[in-house]
């Protein structure tokens, strides 16, 4: 079945970066849009960044659009999330999936703290 391993997270000061990682298995990566999603308790999870198959093409929601840059390598079956200039709105546990129609399986996530 599909399964997504995320790891990256932790705490980190305002103003900080950390890069997320997520290896995906159980489908086939290089043909699947990816996303990276994000939710703090009691709301929603929401989409944050999305890329296409090759890489190419990349959206973002406005709330990080300029400071999250999505990536992938296909050979290895990850995606990748570089967070910048974070500020704490920005902690939540962050979940990787396909992009805009996600796998009813979600991984365990990772929680990013963003606190002095």
């Known amino acids: 079945q599909v399964q997504f391993v995320e790891s990256g997270g932790g705490l980190v000061q305002p103003g900080g970066s950390l890069r997320l990682s997520c290896e995906a298995s159980?489908?086939?990566?290089?043909?699947?849009?990816m996303g990276w999603y994000r939710q703090v308790p009691g709301k929603q999870r929401d989409l944050v960044a999305q890329?296409?198959?090759?890489?190419?093409?990349?959206n973002y929601a406005d709330s990080v659009k300029g400071r999250f840059t999505i990536s992938r390598d296909n050979a290895k079956n990850t995606v990748y999330l570089q967070m910048n200039s974070l500020p704490p709105e920005d902690t939540a546990v962050y979940y990787c999936?396909?992009?805009?129609?996600?796998?009813?399986?979600w991984g365990q996530g990772t929680q990013v703290t963003v606190s002095s």
């Open positions: 999936n396909r992009g805009s129609f996600p796998f009813p399986s």
């Open positions: 159980g489908l086939v990566f290089s043909n699947t849009r």
């Open positions: 890329i296409s198959t090759s890489g190419g093409s990349t």
